[in-house]
């Protein structure tokens, strides 16, 4: 768990690093980069090469993987732009643990426990309050809650399925570094249209690099060994501490100011994530043990009345950043 909550802290960093450099792409042309350099980091922690055999073996989940990460990124921004900043990122991250859930309960039958259900909504809560603190003033379309719904399934989905491989012995870094090259495979294009002039002065390529490397690379490293001991919905669910992080960051880098009504949901975020944290070691219902096609563990699939449907533990993410 501390794994992912690190992870998430380096999500939330996203937006004030963003903050402090050059006004230079596009969100969706530095994103794509972001994403580049990042798939780039995690072959190097990996310190190994794309292998196309395992590539073979493992295509289905690698495509499906790199088509989540290739829909977050442009639902995601669509969804602040057309919902607004308070909404869109609240449906984005809101919605992310619940289609993890859905997607391990209807694909994987593996349900989410009492406990899960009671920490999320708290801390789902939670951010809803930190996030529309200050207000919001935009207007709400329904194209932007439909992408932002978007952004948030398309994070569940290369979670689950960067879980999936790590249950299948690959190792968590290549599992997650294989998403992320496919799914910026796919939004390659995007940097031949894109307006990307600015990111060549200083400033903005600092700002790409610490992306990429920091927020991808290193916090989706850090994601990938927190996915081998918790199942993808509650690791999904921990990184709703990324707003908190970006948040204090907010206050404490860039003096911008937190409402009363943030700083409870902040509070609020942190009970919901305590309340999970005191349920790691698990209700048997939702914490399935490491199960038979996990390499990393040697604890043997639970006995007793659900055991037989136990092959593993499925992320997620920020957001993303």
Partial sequence: MLAVLAAAVLFGTTGTALSLG?????????????????????????????AWDEARRHAALIVVGGAGVALYQPAFFTGVERAGVAVGTVVALASGPVFAAGIEAAVLRRHPSRSWVLATSITVVGVAMLVGGGGADAEVEAVGIVAALGAGFGYAVYAVTSKSLIERG??????????????????????????????????????????????????????????????TSTAVTLTLAEPVTAALLAVLVLDERLDPIGWVGVAVVVTGLLVLSRAGSGEPDSEPPEGPRSASSGTPAATGRRGSRRPGRPRSAPPMA
């Fill in 170 to 231: 690959v190792d968590s870094t290549r599992a997650l570094a294989w998403s992320f090259s496919a799914g910026t495979l796919v939004l390659l294009p995007v940097l031949a249209v894109e307006p990307l002039d600015r990111l060549a002065e200083p400033g903005g390529v600092a700002v790409v690099v610490y992306h990429g490397v920091v927020t991808v690379g290193v916090a989706y490293w850090l994601y990938g060994l927190g996915l081998r001991g918790v199942p």
């Fill in 22 to 50: 050059p006004d230079a792409a596009t969100p969706l042309g530095a994103g794509t980069l972001r994403g580049l350099i990042g798939a780039v980091t995690l072959w190097a922690i990996a310190r190994s090469l794309p």
